[in-house]
């Protein structure tokens, strides 16, 4: 495994980071990973029981429920994607891209080793985004539960065993995330935003898939060579999740910005 000397650029830890116990963590996950499909499944029955119990029903606004909902996992991704992201670029810095990748540090080092585990655990909680879904009669598409529950499961699996690759995932999830929550909480409080942001959006999503894909297959490729941990059934997951939302993203933004565009060209 790559060793990195350069703690200069190192950014100071909390002390709740730095008191943050990830063995306990990490042996807690590897306990109960399995936790994640009954989560899983009992969301699965509320979304879809909770569809059938509002169809004879009035919507409800819940605006400002929603207001705080979004707001406060935008201010966690938002804190969540800075000090991972100031870890990762500390790591690219002193050792490397290819380290940045395949080196464990990110599950324990002082400053990520907090934000790696409130990421996976954060995917249960996020399971709530879709009950304003169903209380709204909004619709619901494929993408967004199967993204949900997908997610989750991958999540959990993966943390136990500390895979190559995780930082990299993860500190791309909460970027994203803290962009789109935030546009979430500006439009449930009324706010206007400019139609590019959604596009900008939806457009860092698609990428995130591709490098997804990307850190996937040079996690396999430099595997073989023995500095990569991870394990080719978890590779084979991770690479159909992203394929799956590779293709699920990029049709959204299709039938979204681009045939829309087109329809209201033809009226």
Request: proline letters at 4%.
């Amino acid at each position: 495994m790559m060793e990195m000397n350069d703690t200069e650029l190192l950014p100071s830890p909390f002390g709740f980071e730095r008191r943050f116990d990830e063995r306990g963590a990490i042996r807690w996950m590897q306990e109960n990973w399995s936790k994640s499909f009954m989560f899983s499944a009992l969301y699965a029955a509320l979304v879809f029981g909770g569809q059938h119990y509002m169809k004879p029903r009035p919507k409800l606004n819940l605006r400002l429920p929603l207001v705080l909902w979004s707001l406060s996992l935008a201010i966690f991704s938002i804190i969540g994607a800075v000090r991972t992201g100031s870890y990762m670029i500390h790591i690219l810095r002193s050792s490397g891209f290819r380290c940045s990748i395949c080196d464990q540090s990110f599950y324990n080092g002082p400053v990520s080793k907090f934000w790696a585990y409130a990421f996976v655990l954060s995917k249960a909680p996020e399971l709530g985004d879709t009950a304003f879904v169903v209380l709204r009669k909004q619709k619901l598409l494929f993408l967004h539960w199967y993204h949900h529950i997908t997610v989750l499961l991958y999540s959990w699996y993966s943390y136990k065993d500390m895979v190559a690759g995780g930082g990299w995932f993860m500190t791309m999830n909460y970027g994203v995330h803290a962009l789109m929550y935030s546009y979430y909480a500006a439009r449930a409080a009324g706010l206007r935003v400019p139609r590019p942001f959604a596009v900008l959006i939806t457009s860092t999503q698609i990428a995130q898939m591709v490098m997804g894909l990307t850190v996937s297959g040079l996690v396999y490729r430099w595997m073989q060579q023995g500095d990569c941990p991870s394990r080719v059934d978890n590779i084979t997951w991770a690479t159909l999740m992203y394929l799956s939302y590779l293709l699920l993203f990029s049709n959204f933004f299709y039938q979204t910005y681009l045939r829309r565009a087109d329809k209201a060209k033809t009226q």
